[in-house]
């Protein structure tokens, strides 16, 4: 168990410690990293931004992930998409209803900052936990198109499937904890308070470009 994501973040950044001095950007997947990115950023004398992806809902289960898509449009379909009845139809629906919500946190969340050029950079992408990897995915199949020097994904805790499903598309990956039994990533941490909208701004408004 963890004690709140703040826990987490300084044990991450003991793991990721051999890129301080490297001038890292450590990009967080809001909500729930923002605060753990900050930590490790500033551990590791980096610069913090977020890439923004969000998942894709199955049909009338909105809590499973039937993939992603980036704030560009990339899209990314797990192999299960089908089998919950996401059709064409209902997978263009809510890709554009997902954009829409991407487009909207930038302008609340970096109103004013172009993000940070990621181009031969030593790129950490942050997120408090993986289920079936798919906002992971996505992040890194964005960031895999920018050419960084080197792509890292860092995660507190994940399922055996969702580790797995990210391998291919990281050069490294730092995951604390890959439990035998996963059911929500909440459930490994003592505190995991939801992070608001308005701690997201704070943290990036202290760290502007």
């Known amino acids: 168990m963890f004690k709140n994501r703040e826990h987490a973040a300084q044990l991450l950044a003991q793991r990721l410690i051999k890129y301080r001095g490297k ?5 967080a997947i809001p909500r729930g990293a923002v605060p753990m990115a900050k930590t490790i ?8 931004d977020i ?9 009338n289960q909105p809590e499973l992930a039937i993939g992603s898509i980036d704030e560009n449009g990339h899209v990314y379909i797990g192999a299960h998409a089908a089998l919950v009845g996401a059709d064409e139809s209902y997978l263009k629906k809510e ?6 919500i991407l487009k909207q946190r930038r302008k609340q969340y970096r109103p004013v900052h172009i993000p940070f050029n990621p181009t031969n950079r030593i790129i950490i992408v942050v997120d408090d936990g993986l ?10 199949r964005s960031l ?18 969702g580790l797995q499903n990210i391998k291919t598309y990281a050069d ?3 995951c604390l904890l890959v439990p035998e039994e996963f059911y929500s990533v909440g459930q490994f941490f003592e505190d995991f308070e939801q992070v608001t909208d308005e701690e997201v701004i704070r943290i990036l408004n202290e760290n502007p470009a």
Do not use: C, W, Y
């Open 144 to 161: 895999e198109k920018e050419k960084p020097e080197k792509l890292v994904a860092a995660m507190a805790v994940a399922s055996f499937e």
């Open 131 to 140: 289920a079936t990897g798919s906002s992971m995915i996505a992040a890194l």
């Open 172 to 174: 490294e990956v730092e």
């Open 51 to 59: 890439v923004l992806v969000h998942k894709l809902r199955a049909p």
């Open 41 to 48: 950023s500033d551990a590791l004398d980096g610069e913090l």
């Open 95 to 100: 890709t554009e209803e997902q954009l829409k």
């Open 23 to 27: 001038n890292p950007l450590v990009l």
